[in-house]
């Protein structure tokens, strides 16, 4: 789970499962008492069809505190991230970044790096179609070094300019029958 829509998700599947829970963060469920075998295996099946996975093995949880580390780093402001990112999840999922990122490639196919990239782009598209931050205002909230570098990351991941996409969004949501 990275994101409120997906703990709101979980919730909704834990409820449906009639299992009573403490709390639901990302990436962690606390449920009031341990799940019998049934209920266990249609939780897994109910969570399965939303897209989710029940993490089950060591590496797996590594892999889910690191992704809630790495959300976190969309959060945090200049003061919260005086480190590099390299510092911050070494700190935080308390392992060398060097292990991690291998851990993290065998598991999701892609790097570190190349997923901080595109959960920050992910945040700039919901910035760009929900809020009245600027692109310069957004660059700097999302802690990158220039107008231009955000310009080129979101141009090599979704292939099109901030711009563009701000007023593609802005047409389809103007213009119901598009969409």
Do not use: W
């Not at 931050?133 to 955000?150: D, G, W």
């Amino acid at each position: 789970m990275v994101c409120s829509r997906c703990k709101t998700i979980v919730k909704s599947e834990l409820d449906k499962s009639g299992i009573k829970y403490v709390s639901v963060e990302l990436g962690e469920v606390t449920v009031v008492k341990k799940l019998t075998e049934s209920k266990h295996k249609r939780l897994y099946i109910a969570l399965k069809q939303s897209g989710f996975e029940l993490i089950d093995n060591r590496k797996n949880d590594v892999i889910e505190k690191l992704k809630r580390t790495i959300a976190d780093l969309g959060t945090c402001s200049d003061e919260d991230l005086n480190t590099s990112y390299t510092d911050f999840i070494n700190m935080r999922v308390n392992d060398s970044f060097i292990s991690l990122n291998t851990l993290f490639a065998e598991i999701e196919g892609i790097t570190i790096e190349k997923y901080i990239i595109k959960q920050k782009i992910e945040l700039v598209k919901e910035m760009l179609g929900h809020n009245n931050l600027n692109i310069t205002e957004i660059a700097v909230k999302m802690h990158y070094s220039s107008v231009a570098q955000l310009s080129s990351q979101f141009k090599s991941i979704t292939g099109l300019t901030p711009l563009h996409f701000k007023q593609l969004r802005h047409i389809s949501f103007n213009n119901p029958a598009t969409n």
